[in-house]
């Protein structure tokens, strides 16, 4: 078992953390939490990693810019993510997750879809057959990805949005909460409705 140090003390932080317990590979060391907000209080918090020799680490931070920031720093000074999954999640045998992605409670990914580095793939959201997410991707608490559906980098997929098969999202994209996403979307795009339009 490794020592993990968990980025981020909010809320977000608090679901990761009970799943690398539930999870049952790692330790906690410490959190770090340069604001706040930090809520957690059953272990130490750290204000900053930079005086701390490298380690294992996850970024527990829902914010997508945020997060790609703490981990690309953390993985040029030597730290190493590490990869959560909540023991009640479904993962296909041949499904691929990046470093650092945290998938956790009911969550679903299927055959053929390939995750990348630093992604949360929330509460009950679902990934279906080949699919490709992106890095520093957030999919939504309830969120639903039909088949061959191809998220860009660092794309927000809101809570109980859904995508229709074989559709792109693009780069930094934002889907409302609650959207029914039925044509591809270019990069930096606001939609929202449904059918989902630009805002």
Known sequence: ?????????????K?????????GRHTVKSLIDPSEAANIKSYPILNDW???PPSHFVVAIGDNGTRLRCFAELCQTGWKPVTIVHPHACIASDAILGLGTVV??????????VVGANVIVNTAATID?????????HLGPGS?????????????IGLGANVIPYKKIGAWSIVAAGACVTSSI??????AGVPARPI
Do not use: P
């Open 144 to 156: 639903h990805l039909g088949g061959g559906v191809e998220v860009g980098e660092g794309a927000l």
């Open 1 to 13: 078992m490794s020592e993990v140090y968990i980025i981020g003390a909010g809320g977000h932080a």
């Open 15 to 23: 679901v990761v953390l009970d799943a690398l317990k539930l999870e």
């Open 104 to 113: 956790l409670a009911g969550a679903i990914i299927n055959s053929a879809s």
């Open 129 to 137: 057959h080949d699919s490709n997410i992106s890095d520093h991707v």
């Open 186 to 191: 270019a990069d930096k795009q606001k939609i």
């Open 50 to 52: 930079k005086n701390l």
